[in-house]
């Protein structure tokens, strides 16, 4: 059975920093690539990022330049580090396996201003 499971979500002022981990299990973790999401209050859910399993990124362009995917393998974890963020970031953050439409139950990021 797979299972993603974020972590690293919290309260942030603006301009600062995050780091969110997605951690898989029950599949093999190399072969997938993988993609974060968030949704906000009132709005539909939106891709954020993406990474494939060869390590290629790809980004929204509101977040371009300040948030950075990357995974490690002999963890099974992928990660998404924000940086500079701004109150429009306030989301509730998925991973998400697009191949098998797996989903992780979401972390909370809330920006302060």
């Known amino acids: 059975q797979v299972q993603l499971v974020e972590s690293g979500g919290g309260l942030v002022q603006t301009g600062g920093s995050l780091r969110l981990s997605c951690s898989v299990s029950?599949?093999?973790?190399?072969?997938?690539?993988i993609n974060w999401h968030r949704q906000a209050p009132g709005h539909q859910r939106e891709l954020v990022a993406t990474?494939?399993?060869?390590?290629?990124?790809t980004y929204v362009d509101s977040v371009k330049g300040r948030f950075t995917v990357s995974r490690d393998y002999a963890k099974n974890t992928v990660y998404l580090q924000m940086n500079n963020v701004k109150v429009e970031d306030t989301a509730v953050y998925y991973c998400?396996?697009?191949?098998?439409?797996?989903w992780g139950q979401g972390t909370q990021v809330t920006v302060s201003s």
């Open positions: 998400h396996l697009p191949q098998i439409g797996a």
């Open positions: 029950g599949m093999i973790f190399s072969r997938r690539s």
């Open positions: 990474i494939s399993p060869g390590g290629a990124t």
